[in-house]
C-alpha cells in the first residue's frame, strides 16, 4: 500500500464514489459542504492523500492538524475494497505512512453512530471512544462518536 499527496483527478474519482445501502451516507456527494471542501484543491486539507494498492486507488486519507501532537482524520475507502476484511491493513498501514511524513502522538476521527462495521475496525486498531454528539450533515441531525488513539 502507499500514500501519496491526492492529485485534482484522484479527489473527482473519489467524489464520484457511491456506495450500497445505509453506507450511501458517506458518498461524497451526499453532503454539498463536504463535497466543496473535498473537491476543491484550495480549501481541501493540504494533508490529503490517496492510497494506492498496485495501481488501484484503494482509499484516501485527509489530515487535519489540532495541537501540535494532534491531528483529525478523515478518511474512506473505495466502494469495491469495502466489507472484505481489508480495513484493518488500510488503517494500520496507513497510519503507519501518515507517521513518517508528520509528528503526531493522538489520533482523533469521527464515525457516525450506525457505522458499526467501522467503529469494529477503529477499536481493533486501537481506538477508543471518547464521546458522541449530534453534526448536521447530508441534510438532518446525526449522532457521531468521536473515537482516539494515542501513539506514542
Same mark, same amino acid.
Given at each position: #500500500?502507499?500514500?501519496?499527496? /491526492? ?6 474519482? $473519489? ?15 451526499a453532503d454539498p459542504e463536504d463535497y466543496e471542501e473535498f473537491i476543491h484543491e484550495e480549501t481541501r486539507s493540504p494533508y490529503t492523500y490517496s492510497v494506492y494498492e498496485g495501481d488501484d486507488l484503494m482509499g484516501f486519507f485527509s489530515v487535519y492538524k489540532g495541537? =501540535?501532537?494532534? $491531528?483529525? /482524520? ?13 480495513? =484493518?491493513?488500510? $488503517? ?14 493522538? /489520533? ?5 453512530? &450506525?457505522?458499526?462495521?467501522? /467503529? ?6 486501537? &481506538? ?15 449522532? &457521531?462518536?468521536? #473515537? ?5
Open positions: #500500500m502507499e500514500l501519496k499527496r /491526492i492529485t485534482q483527478k484522484e479527489a473527482e474519482e $473519489i467524489s464520484e464514489w457511491q456506495y450500497e445501502g445505509e453506507y450511501s451516507f458517506y458518498d461524497m456527494k495541537d =501540535e501532537e494532534t $491531528i483529525s /482524520i478523515g478518511l474512506g475507502m473505495h466502494p469495491e475494497w469495502t466489507g472484505k476484511g481489508l480495513g =484493518e491493513s488500510f $488503517i494500520r498501514e496507513g497510519l503507519d505512512a501518515l507517521s513518517k511524513e508528520l509528528m503526531f502522538s493522538r /489520533i482523533s476521527l469521527a464515525v457516525a453512530v &450506525f457505522n458499526k462495521r467501522a /467503529i469494529a475496525v477503529y477499536e481493533r486498531t486501537g &481506538f477508543v471512544p471518547v464521546h458522541t454528539y449530534q453534526q448536521k450533515t447530508n441534510g438532518a441531525s446525526h449522532a &457521531f462518536l468521536k #473515537m482516539e488513539k494515542v501513539v506514542r
